[in-house]
């Protein structure tokens, strides 16, 4: 098995790579988008006349969308298996950024528009589902051994494409061009789909060398039913994944303009300095390698919230307290979720679910996300009874209360975890030792044809109450 689950890894993790680089290209390339570009007015670059609205539908259109498909494409896996869902989807992300490169070729502005958000919204279904496929694989060939370290390697892969796009994008548009840029993203997101590829033929490998069906990895077909069955736990992770990143995603995206206003920062500087609450995730590796040797993923989740909400409450109550220092913190919040949160979830639903419980983790982070932004939004639009800096005090109010809205129910998922078996509490050797003897709640995923659906054992009474919903 050690044969194949680290090239499933490293595929996978070039997937991350060439998606998270994609999907941040219109960020770095705003001016030349909005026609505010000097390479635009001097006619060095063809540039296009998008409106600030009409571009902010660019990110919309791929969130909102994402959203809603990602728990389809859960169920699709969990029913079909992940080799051909992952490849169906793969080859969308693939379609929709060439979709998207070539609608800047067209002369008509409105047709190009149109068509831009279309390759927007197909590069977001195809890449959010299978973003979603590949932790279900990863799941599956390292849940019992590195499966923190394993999602973790994903996260530094996806930010090191985030890091090469707002390092090296902008010079190559000015050497090249947005057309040529655009396409050589595309280009790369076809690295990603050869990624895609790999990690699918290993992952058949891996079966076949285990003496298992390369179909369908298991035969019960989804219901309603099966998320009736997830325990209590999973749904409180659920909520708070949801408020947690809701207080971090969009205040990095308004860090610029708050600390501009606050500390009377150059927007470069400004920016530099909200970019570093990422530079932290580079460590997540490390998080993700103790919480699979020493277990306890529980507390390593409760010491996230709490460490962001340190942060909240001193960036409110000391005027000077150095941003650098609260964007470490909210780094190092982000990464111990990021890198450990998501790898809880494999333990508290039944495993024949794992793809449908992390489809519905996606989209209500997703969803999430969006609702925080937009409250930002309506926060920041109050000119004309607040003063700019009450309206930002407003912000860190509401991103603030979500942090510690996060930190209270991280504390009731270590008591519900304590109440039905102490799932998360168990490291990847012990787990493994368990595997050893047969179980209901220690077991590998299956992956062949005629297997049982082995789910964790749930809190009566949570059960209960969501089995009326």
């Given at each position: 098995m050690s044969s194949v689950r680290w090239p499933v890894l490293a595929?996978?993790?070039?997937?991350?790579?060439?998606?998270?680089?994609?999907?941040?290209?219109?960020?770095?390339?705003?001016?030349?988008?909005?026609?505010?570009?000097?390479?635009?007015?001097s006619?060095?670059?063809?540039?296009?006349?998008?409106?600030?609205?009409?571009?902010?539908?660019?990110?919309?259109?791929?969130?909102w969308f994402g959203a809603c498909i990602v728990p389809f494409s859960g169920i699709l896996a969990d029913k079909l298996g992940s080799r051909g869902t992952l490849f169906g989807f793969g080859i969308l992300f693939f379609l929709g950024s060439g979709l998207f490169s070539y609608s800047t070729h067209l002369e008509d502005e409105q047709t190009a528009f149109i068509l831009m958000l279309l390759g927007r919204l197909i590069f977001g279904v195809g890449n959010c589902s299978a973003e979603v496929i590949t932790a279900r694989l990863q799941t599956f060939w390292f849940r019992d051994r590195e499966l923190g370290l394993?999602?973790?390697?994903?996260?530094?892969?996806?930010?090191?494409?985030?890091?090469?796009?707002?390092?090296?994008?902008?010079?190559?548009?000015?050497?090249?061009?947005?057309?040529?840029?655009?396409?050589?993203?595309?280009v790369l997101c076809g690295v990603g789909l050869i990624g895609i590829a790999g990690a699918s033929y290993y992952h058949t490998v891996g079966l076949r060398a285990m003496g298992r069906n390369a179909g369908p990895e298991n035969n019960e077909p989804f219901q309603v039913e099966m998320i009736r069955r997830f325990?209590?736990?999973?749904?409180?992770?659920?909520?708070?994944?949801?408020?947690?990143?809701?207080?971090?995603?969009?205040?990095?995206?308004?860090?610029?303009?708050?600390?501009?206003?606050?500390?009377?920062?150059?927007?470069?500087?400004?920016?530099?300095?909200?970019?570093?609450?990422?530079?932290?995730a580079l460590v997540s590796p490390l998080f993700g390698y103790l919480s699979d040797r020493l277990g306890y993923r529980g507390l390593w989740v409760l010491a996230a919230p709490a460490i962001l909400f340190s942060g909240y409450v001193f960036l409110f109550l000391?005027?000077?307290?150095?941003?650098?220092?609260?964007?470490?913190?909210?780094?190092?919040?982000?990464?111990?979720?990021?890198?450990?949160?998501?790898?809880?979830?494999?333990?508290?639903?039944?495993?024949?679910?794992?793809?449908?419980?992390?489809?519905?983790?996606?989209s209500f982070q997703m969803l999430g996300i969006g609702a925080s932004n937009a409250i930002i939004g309506q926060l920041l639009s109050q000119g004309a009874s607040k003063s700019k800096m009450q309206m930002w005090d407003d912000v860190l109010l509401f991103l603030g209360s979500c942090a510690g809205t996060a930190l209270v129910l991280a504390v009731a998922l270590n008591i519900l975890d304590c109440k039905t078996g102490c799932q998360l509490r168990i490291s990847q050797s012990s787990r493994r030792k368990l595997a050893g003897t047969p179980s209901p709640n220690n077991?590998?995923?299956?992956?062949?044809?005629?297997?049982?659906?082995?789910?964790?054992?749930?809190?009566?009474?949570?059960?209960a109450l969501i089995g009326r919903l």
């Amino acid at each position: 098995m050690s044969s194949v689950r680290w090239p499933v890894l490293a595929f996978t993790s070039i997937f991350c790579f060439t998606t998270d680089y994609f999907y941040d290209v219109p960020s770095v390339l705003h001016d030349r988008f909005i026609y505010n570009s000097t390479a635009c007015h001097s006619g060095r670059d063809k540039c296009l006349h998008l409106t600030a609205s009409e571009f902010n539908l660019l990110y919309a259109v791929y969130a909102w969308f994402g959203a809603c498909i990602v728990p389809f494409s859960g169920i699709l896996a969990d029913k079909l298996g992940s080799r051909g869902t992952l490849f169906g989807f793969g080859i969308l992300f693939f379609l929709g950024s060439g979709l998207f490169s070539y609608s800047t070729h067209l002369e008509d502005e409105q047709t190009a528009f149109i068509l831009m958000l279309l390759g927007r919204l197909i590069f977001g279904v195809g890449n959010c589902s299978a973003e979603v496929i590949t932790a279900r694989l990863q799941t599956f060939w390292f849940r019992d051994r590195e499966l923190g370290l394993a999602f973790a390697i994903s996260i530094v892969a996806g930010r090191l494409g985030s890091v090469t796009n707002f390092l090296f994008t902008a010079d190559l548009a000015d050497m090249i061009g947005l057309r040529s840029t655009l396409w050589l993203g595309t280009v790369l997101c076809g690295v990603g789909l050869i990624g895609i590829a790999g990690a699918s033929y290993y992952h058949t490998v891996g079966l076949r060398a285990m003496g298992r069906n390369a179909g369908p990895e298991n035969n019960e077909p989804f219901q309603v039913e099966m998320i009736r069955r997830f325990t209590g736990s999973f749904w409180v992770l659920a909520l708070f994944i949801v408020l947690f990143f809701a207080a971090v995603f969009p205040f990095v995206a308004e860090a610029p303009r708050y600390f501009a206003d606050r500390y009377s920062y150059s927007q470069s500087y400004a920016g530099y300095v909200a970019g570093s609450t990422y530079d932290v995730a580079l460590v997540s590796p490390l998080f993700g390698y103790l919480s699979d040797r020493l277990g306890y993923r529980g507390l390593w989740v409760l010491a996230a919230p709490a460490i962001l909400f340190s942060g909240y409450v001193f960036l409110f109550l000391i005027p000077s307290f150095p941003p650098v220092l609260f964007c470490a913190l909210m780094g190092l919040g982000y990464t111990l979720v990021a890198a450990i949160a998501w790898s809880c979830a494999p333990f508290l639903v039944p495993e024949c679910g794992v793809g449908t419980a992390l489809g519905l983790l996606t989209s209500f982070q997703m969803l999430g996300i969006g609702a925080s932004n937009a409250i930002i939004g309506q926060l920041l639009s109050q000119g004309a009874s607040k003063s700019k800096m009450q309206m930002w005090d407003d912000v860190l109010l509401f991103l603030g209360s979500c942090a510690g809205t996060a930190l209270v129910l991280a504390v009731a998922l270590n008591i519900l975890d304590c109440k039905t078996g102490c799932q998360l509490r168990i490291s990847q050797s012990s787990r493994r030792k368990l595997a050893g003897t047969p179980s209901p709640n220690n077991s590998l995923i299956t992956d062949d044809p005629g297997s049982d659906c082995i789910e964790p054992r749930s809190d009566p009474v949570l059960s209960a109450l969501i089995g009326r919903l």
